[in-house]
């Protein structure tokens, strides 16, 4: 095989595209099972599945040939029309959300967009007046537009932005005086993550998620949950508010509802669908095409062929368990927190530098927030591949000791 000059691909690259990221040091060429390899040939077990996206690993034979045979009838029609794909896509969706309608986007980001107008639309229809303000968290991630930057708890990441949408205010996540302090007539939204990814990975409380939900359902506030990491099977539920006992009023997914091809959804109750978005309130051209729509029905196909959420319930237990022993190992492992196939391991080691020495060790592993080692591996991964892990990061963790 011929390989391709890494030095050329990087130096041109960095040249064309605006600089928004500190990449890594690797040209990434193709995919299989949980293996990514490099223009080198080298191969790397991937423990990233590209930000918890490739749920069901690379190159899936029956994946490919499901988007190639939709290449071959149809790609976009538009939403002006319907189409028969669409129409799968949402019934499977509604199916294994339990939610009543469903609107598909490109991105996780443009789902937030969408939840956001929902709830603003649901509070305006009620004849809320200057009902507009939305209770967001700390820590938290929504995503990189102006709407879903304002409920982004990174002041970091807002700063060079603003002016935002008003009236976002942050609450301590797990701290359920901080939401309460924040409530006012004034609030129509309460949006969080059910486990927290980019801002360090940290599951919701159950009792704390129960009472935002009570407090939501006493003063007629929505309940938006960001399930755009932690959905899609990752905790081991089909989304991680199932394994909780409530019920949000507006759901965000992407990331590994279409596996690898752009797109994202929004959901929400009937209760909601009927008192807010309506024809023209809304829309997008390509969002929820043909394509992206068989992407989504084979996804869904697979994870039940497969009994996918009670195989990350079994393998989650395993990951957990080797996680913990390497924490009681290494005195510079802090604790292991997560939920499923979404883990994360606190340091207070450089975690950039843990994950950049993991790379050159062949294994892919992201960080989370400032001190955490992420794990968001494809859902398929086996016993196996998680010893595998286990053996390259300590490899990598001891040149730190
Ligand atoms: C990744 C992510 C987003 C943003 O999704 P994009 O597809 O990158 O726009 C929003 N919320 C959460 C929880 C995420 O992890």
Redesign the pocket.
């Known amino acids: 095989m011929q390989t391709v000059d890494k030095k050329n691909y990087i130096e041109k690259t960095e040249k064309n595209l605006v600089h928004t990221y500190n990449r890594f040091d690797v040209v990434f060429d193709k995919g299989d099972g949980v293996y990514l390899y490099d223009s080198e040939g080298k191969k790397y077990l991937d423990f990233a599945a590209g ?2 996206v490739m749920a069901l690993g690379y190159n899936n034979k029956e994946y490919n040939n499901a988007l190639k045979n939709q290449i071959d009838k149809l790609l976009h029609t538009s939403n002006l029309y319907y189409n028969t794909t669409i129409c799968e896509a949402s019934e499977k969706l509604l199916e294994a959300s339990q939610m009543d309608r469903v609107f598909l986007t490109n ?6 967009e969408g939840a956001i107008k929902a709830a603003r639309k649901y509070a305006y229809k009620k004849q809320k007046k200057g009902c507009y303000e939305i209770i967001a968290m700390e820590h ?6 102006l709407g ?1 930057l304002s409920v982004t708890g990174n002041k970091n990441y807002r700063e060079p932005f603003e002016p935002l949408i008003p009236g976002v205010k942050f609450a301590k996540y797990n701290n359920i005086e901080s939401v309460k302090e924040l409530v006012s007539q004034k609030t129509c939204a309460i949006i969080m ?1 059910t486990v ?3 801002g360090g990975i940290y599951p919701a409380e159950e009792s704390f998620l129960k009472e935002v939900k009570e407090i939501c359902k006493e003063n007629d506030i929505l309940l938006i949950l ?5 959905g899609m099977g990752r905790t081991g539920d089909m989304f991680a508010w199932q394994g909780y006992g409530i019920k949000p009023d507006i759901m ?1 997914c ?2 590994a509802i279409g596996c690898g091809v ?1 797109v ?1 959804a929004f959901f929400m109750t009937e209760e909601v669908a009927k008192n807010s978005l309506e024809p023209g309130d809304h829309g997008t051209t390509y969002g929820g095409n043909p394509f992206v729509s068989a992407a989504i029905c084979e996804v869904l196909r697979q994870f039940e062929k497969k009994n996918l959420l009670e195989h990350v319930k079994d393998v989650s237990e395993y990951l957990e368990d080797q996680l913990d022993t390497l924490v009681c190992e290494y005195d510079f492992l802090v604790e292991r927190r997560g939920k499923g196939l979404m883990q994360g391991v606190e340091t207070t080691l450089k975690v950039g530098e843990v994950s950049k020495k993991a790379l050159e060790n062949g294994l892919i592993v992201i960080t989370a927030g400032k001190n955490v080692l992420r794990f968001v591996p494809p859902l398929i991964i086996t016993e196996e591949n998680v010893d595998e892990m286990i053996c390259k990061l300590k490899e990598t963790l001891d040149t730190f000791a």
């Open positions: 930000i918890a991105s996780g980001t443009e789902a937030i938290s991630f929504h995503g990189r537009s879903a993550e927290q990814g980019e960001d399930e755009i990491q932690c965000t992407a990331k752009p994202g």
